[in-house]
């Protein structure tokens, strides 16, 4: 579902296919067009700090972003809290930085529900991830996290 990019940039690939890797010869446009979308940006809210927040973190610092990440929002948090490094605050308490990139990292159920409340808070730069996109940033921090440690083998 590539509307859900929309209302964001066209799918911009150029210059990206050196940050993400590619899987046996193919390329995931989505996951190129969110690694575009980010890089493109100045800064970065993750709205949903479960699980699907946090792997698009790690798949943001392993893609070199995590300085563009302000934090996490929720539509629920009460107060500022910090978890692991991060801050965690209710979506409206980001209003100042309505010129974000706003990614909805939370399930898919949840993803209209949360637009409506993005376009209420004048939020007009995001993307979500989807099931399918999330697989691709799991298997995309997995393929760098044993790169990274040299467990890798080629089996060609």
């Known amino acids: 579902k590539t509307d859900d990019f929309l209302p964001l940039y066209k799918l911009i690939i150029n210059n990206m296919c050196n940050r993400t890797t590619a899987h046996n010869g193919t390329v995931n446009l989505k996951l190129l067009g969110l690694v575009s979308a980010v890089d493109q940006s100045n800064a970065v809210i993750l709205y949903g700090a479960g699980t699907v927040g946090n792997i698009t973190k790690e798949f943001l610092k392993y893609n070199g972003f995590e300085n563009k990440i302000l934090g996490f929002a929720t539509s629920t948090a009460n107060k500022e809290i910090e978890v692991d490094g991060t801050v965690v605050k209710n979506i409206k308490n980001y209003q100042d930085n309505t010129n974000a990139l706003v990614i909805v990292s939370a399930r898919e159920s949840y993803h209209k529900e949360m637009i409506g409340i993005l376009q209420e808070t004048h939020f007009h730069k995001y ?30």
């Open 127 to 156: 993307c979500c991830i989807d099931y399918e996109l999330e697989a691709e940033i799991e298997k995309e921090i997995y393929n760098k996290s044993i790169l990274q440690k040299g467990l890798l083998l080629d089996i060609r």
